[in-house]
């Protein structure tokens, strides 16, 4: 079997299985095997693979075929200008989340101190720091686990300032912030039904927030005022179909929130201003 028609078997298999991404996830099974880059994997596509490379690769692939995440198969997925460790006890960091990161490297103060609640793989807080080594950065989560895959990724890259520790939203904060970043669960467990088989691999703990998913976020606007300086921002990621229920959470409270789209087009984050 050459390269080219296990790229080809593999396509096929992932077609079966309604993978809708098949032919790129088959082509970066095999580049993770056999640890070369795309370009070498189409440019050499004729050349023959062994029965044990052929083995592991359809191995792979059958737990794509049952939607199991690229991600974790292969255990790394980039974020921002980074690669990061991922494993089941974390969320897969996505491409929308980079909004919050490009939104806090180029509006914050210089010097400026900086809280990421619910860090997962860290890749948000890391992300920050590497972009602006000048800002002080904190990051915590409920789940060891998930701060043991963060303090990891967090020493890959080069950001071993940032301060990891383990807190269920605010309960372990102490201090004051300029900025508090968060992507929290804030999927509703109303449309659990509906949602694609990949997301059941990932931790529940990290997407479901109550029936209208708004548990977590409501939570961490109500408490974000005792740890957010005068002037200071809360900036979090929201469903789609919250921005409303988001807006209005913070107007009750007396604070302005201005909502941003995503490149798709979606509402995706809210930045809420904590007084002047």
Do not use: W
Request: one cysteine or more; hydrophobic letters at 40%.
């Amino acid at each position: 079997m050459t390269l080219s028609s296990l790229e080809r078997e593999c396509t096929n298999r992932l077609n079966s299985a309604s993978v809708t991404s098949s032919s790129l996830d088959a082509q970066l099974l095999l580049c993770y095997v056999l640890n070369i880059s795309r370009e070498r994997l189409l440019a050499d596509g004729q050349e023959p693979v062994s029965a044990d490379v052929t083995q592991n690769v359809l191995q792979l692939c059958e737990r794509r075929q049952k939607r199991e995440p690229l991600a974790y198969i292969v255990g790394v997925r980039d974020f921002y200008t980074l690669s990061f460790n991922v494993t089941p006890d974390v969320l897969i960091p996505r491409p929308e989340t980079e909004m919050l990161v490009d939104y806090i490297i180029s509006s914050a103060a210089h010097g400026a101190s900086v809280l990421d609640l619910c860090t997962g793989s860290g890749a948000i807080a890391i992300s920050i720091k590497h972009e602006r080594p000048d800002l002080s950065v904190s990051a915590t989560d409920i789940c060891e686990k998930a701060l043991d895959i963060a303090r990891q990724n967090s020493k890959k890259n080069d950001t071993d300032s940032i301060h990891f520790y383990k807190s269920d939203l605010f309960d372990a904060v102490t201090g004051l912030y300029d900025i508090v970043v968060t992507n929290p669960p804030y999927v509703p467990e109303a449309s659990a039904a509906t949602l694609s088989p990949e997301l059941s691999y990932e931790p529940s703990i990290a997407l479901f927030s109550g029936n209208d998913g708004l548990n977590a976020p409501r939570a961490i606007i109500e408490l974000a005022s005792l740890f957010i300086v005068a002037g200071g921002e809360l900036v979090m990621e929201i469903d789609s179909m919250s921005a409303t229920a988001i807006t209005e959470l913070a107007e009750m409270k007396g604070l302005s929130c201005s909502i941003f789209k995503d490149l798709a087009g979606l509402d995706r984050m809210a930045v809420i201003r904590y007084g002047e």
